[in-house]
């Protein structure tokens, strides 16, 4: 999304209140929030993972944000190279001043330039808040969205819960997902809702319905069990998957088991999180079984999350460093279908080599 010379990325709707100024981020359209739980829609409009992104010549910016519900970080970028950290208070907005690196100029352009981002690119990424964006000021000098071929040329939309969200991590910049597409060289649209992962009829839509994706990612399951009767899991997994893989018959989807938590080694074998879990990863592996479509992926959540002690001590989100270690994992199972989409992207000339 695009609006006065900024790019929007992972927005699809930039919220007018009537009477307060700015612009709220929002990840989902108001349609789709609204048909979530009751907190789900409170994570609904949680911007994390949303970024502005604009290119100008000027070497001195000031861009006007605020936290509209709790204090939280914005983490500042050129290309892919952190510059900036700042703190937003909730209910103030707050200018953060950014100025060019001066070390850039120093260094030959292709190594400041990879797959991914252009150096030129300012990106501004938000933490777990409801974001608002004000204004942007370069004194004078053009600003402009980056062009195209100065972003990812693939992008990956994951959906999932507070662990596909970030959870766990010290910031949300640091969640699997963002490591995998960083790796991957990719853009990430990040859904996750954190404890309202429920997949509703009208969130699967939406999911099925957009065209910004290369790939799509779901971790489906573990806020569903013992909460969601299997036959209703069965029924929603498979609408999802069904209108997915129904709408882009030909575009990868990669699924994930529930990864292993406290429930999956409980000294009671039968305990209801134990047996849901156990029953839904089997439901997931049957559909996949089922369906035989050549594009779907099931991944082993055990193969992803390998080391228990990765997770902080709720035994459910993984730490700074089971983030980590999940995304590079997930990227290496990736690895080979993004390999095939680059060499489509330039045997039909979207990219060159």
């Known amino acids: 999304m695009q609006h006065s010379g900024v790019y929007f990325h992972n927005v699809t709707e930039l919220e007018q209140l009537p009477y307060l100024p700015g612009l709220r981020l929002h990840r989902f359209p108001k349609q789709v929030r ?211 893989i129904e709408r882009h018959p030909e575009k990868p989807v990669f699924l994930t088991h529930i990864f292993p938590n406290r429930a999956t080694y409980f000294s009671d074998y039968n305990h209801d999180y134990s047996e849901a879990e156990r029953r839904y990863n089997e439901i997931l592996a049957q559909y996949t079984a089922n369906r035989s479509h050549p594009f779907l992926h099931l991944l082993d959540g055990s193969e992803i999350v390998d080391d228990f002690t990765s997770l902080t001590s709720d035994l459910i989100h993984p730490s700074d460093y089971g983030h980590i270690r999940m995304g590079e994992k997930l990227a290496g199972f990736m690895l080979p279908t993004v390999n095939k989409l680059r060499e489509s992207q330039v045997k039909h000339g979207v990219i060159s080599k």
Request: negative net charge; aromatic residues 12%; charged residues 25%.
């Open 34 to 244: 609204h048909s979530l739980t009751e907190k789900g829609r409170t994570k609904a409009v949680q911007s994390n993972g949303c970024e502005l992104r604009f290119v100008t010549e000027a070497k001195y910016v000031q861009v006007v944000l605020a936290s509209q519900d709790t204090n939280g970080k914005v983490l500042v970028f050129k290309g892919d190279f952190f510059h900036s950290s700042h703190q937003l208070e909730a209910g103030v907005a707050t200018t953060i001043q950014l100025e060019e690196p001066e070390r850039f100029a120093q260094v030959i352009p292709e190594k400041l330039n990879n797959r991914a981002f252009s150096s030129n690119v300012w990106r501004i990424f938000f933490e777990r808040f409801s974001a608002v964006f004000y204004d942007i000021d370069a004194f004078g000098f053009e600003v402009r969205p980056p062009y195209k071929h100065e972003m990812p040329q693939l992008t990956l939309l994951a959906y999932g819960s507070s662990i596909t969200q970030g959870a766990g991590a010290l910031s949300h910049y640091n969640g699997y997902i963002q490591q995998a597409a960083r790796r991957l060289e990719m853009d990430a649209c990040n859904l996750g809702l954190s404890g309202s992962c429920f997949c509703e009829k009208e969130l699967s839509d939406h999911i099925a319905e957009r065209n910004d994706w290369d790939i799509v990612y779901l971790e489906i399951g573990v806020n569903m069990r013992a909460v969601v009767p299997t036959e209703e899991f069965e029924r929603r997994t498979s609408y999802l998957l069904d209108r997915i």
